[in-house]
């Protein structure tokens, strides 16, 4: 069973208010932290070194990525902020936390391991085209004294939290016990934990509140061939749920919106917002940024993801990694 949701002139006013009390709700961020670099020029002619394009340099410039930049998110919708993730000794970390300080996005919960490198991605575009793309990172997952301080950091910061993030980019931070711990104490602190999942974790995703992959990463994660068809992304969701225990996944499909699947509920199908497509880097981000900050606030699933489809929306027509703003969404909202 399903619907596609068109809300009402009255639903819409609800929502319309839900935004406004995102301010200073409590939002603790678990996950891999990166530093995003951009190098923007333009390109004239080709290398006589290699068939390659030779970027004049215009620009540069430094921001957070990965759970960094949901961190971002959160902080430009006016969230309180803590991340929990780790960092190596090196001017990356150091950039990525002087980031965080110029957004009043608390640290106390960073870990710095001298033997890993703080991830960098460098993206070299060139008239609104990516070029290429080139990272610095660590991968293994953290343990010994990491990982002992990144649990601690957990225990001590989730009592403050109204709303949990577990932002998973295969980097090392979210083993199995982190996470394990990071969702029973939320449960039992009875607050939404929320995860943007890894393909090769997704089932380690269990008993939480909402799933946000995108249906890539959908299929990926629940070891299953592509199928089209409304039917088979219908037994998709709900095998999603029922596998996971979870409260709910929602799985954003692009051009074709997003999917909430919730426990005894109907299926709600939210069609895509964007008038004219720049960059969907980060879209996740704000997706599942947008939907914890307004299930902190009381909204229902649905509303909350009614919320972050229109959010969604507005940063894919804007270029790079970006954020969105409560005035934003507010003025998308019809």
């Given at each position: 069973?399903?619907?596609?949701?068109?809300?009402?002139?009255?639903?819409?006013?609800?929502?319309k208010q839900?935004?406004?009390?995102?301010?200073?709700?409590?939002?603790?961020?678990?996950?891999d932290?990166?530093l995003?670099?951009?190098i923007?020029?333009?390109v004239?002619r080709?290398?006589?070194e290699?068939?390659?394009?030779?970027v004049q340099?215009?620009?540069?410039?430094?921001?957070?990525?990965g759970?960094?930049n949901v961190?971002?998110?959160?902080a430009?919708?006016l969230?309180?902020v803590?991340?929990i993730?780790?960092?190596?000794?090196?001017?990356?970390?150091f950039?990525?936390?002087?980031?965080?300080?110029s957004?009043k996005?608390?640290?106390?919960?960073?870990?710095?391991?001298?033997?890993?490198?703080?991830?960098q991605?460098?993206?070299v575009?060139?008239?609104?085209?990516?070029?290429?793309?080139?990272?610095?990172?660590?991968i293994?997952?953290?343990?010994?004294?990491t990982e002992?301080?990144i649990l601690?950091?957990?225990?001590?910061?989730?009592?403050?939290?109204?709303?949990?993030i577990?932002?998973?980019?295969?980097?090392g931070?979210?083993?199995?016990?982190i996470l394990?711990?990071a969702?029973?104490l939320?449960?039992?602190?009875?607050?939404?934990?929320?995860?943007?999942p890894k393909?090769e974790?997704?089932?380690?995703?269990?008993?939480?509140?909402?799933?946000?992959?995108?249906l890539?990463e959908?299929w990926?994660?629940?070891?299953?061939?592509?199928?089209?068809?409304?039917?088979?992304?219908?037994?998709?969701?709900?095998?999603?749920?029922?596998?996971?225990?979870s409260d709910?996944a929602?799985i954003?499909?692009?051009p074709?919106g997003m999917s909430l699947?919730q426990?005894?509920?109907?299926?709600?199908?939210?069609p895509?917002?964007a008038?004219?497509?720049?960059?969907?880097?980060?879209a996740?981000?704000?997706v599942?940024s947008?939907?914890t900050?307004?299930?902190?606030?009381?909204?229902?699933?649905?509303?909350?993801?009614?919320?972050?489809?229109?959010?969604?929306?507005i940063?894919?027509?804007?270029?790079?990694?970006?954020?969105?703003?409560i005035?934003e969404?507010?003025?998308?909202?019809p």
């Open positions: 069973m399903n619907s596609e949701m068109f809300p009402s002139i009255e639903e819409r006013r609800k929502l839900i935004p406004r009390r995102f301010k200073d709700r409590r939002i603790l961020v678990i996950g932290l990166m995003d670099h951009y923007r020029g333009s004239n080709l290398s006589p290699a068939p390659v394009p030779i340099v215009k620009e540069e410039s430094f921001v957070p990525g759970a960094g961190a971002a998110n959160l430009a919708l969230g309180k803590e991340v993730g780790v960092i190596g000794e090196d001017s990356s970390g950039e990525l936390q002087s980031h965080f300080a957004l996005i608390g640290t106390t919960g960073i870990v710095k391991d001298p033997a890993r490198v703080t991830s991605k460098c993206r575009v060139a008239e609104r085209q990516q070029v290429v793309r080139y990272d610095r990172e660590s293994s997952p953290v343990a010994g004294k002992s301080q601690s950091q957990i225990q001590s910061e989730i009592k403050k939290a109204e709303a949990v577990l932002s998973d980019y295969g980097k931070v979210l083993t199995p016990k394990k711990t969702i029973s939320s449960r039992r602190n009875q607050i939404p934990v929320i995860v943007d393909i974790h997704f089932k380690r995703y269990k008993n939480v509140t909402c799933v946000t992959p995108n890539h959908a990926n994660g629940m070891r299953r061939i592509p199928k089209p068809g409304e039917e088979e992304l219908e037994k998709l969701g709900r095998d999603m749920v029922r596998t996971l225990n709910s929602l954003t499909r692009g074709e699947f426990k005894s509920h109907l299926t709600v199908h939210v895509a917002q008038r004219e497509v720049f960059d969907v880097s980060g996740g981000d704000t599942i947008t939907l900050l307004a299930l902190a606030s009381g909204a229902s699933l649905t509303q909350a993801a009614l919320i972050s489809n229109y959010a969604a929306g940063v894919v027509g804007k270029l790079g990694t970006a954020t969105t703003t005035e969404i507010e003025s998308a909202i």
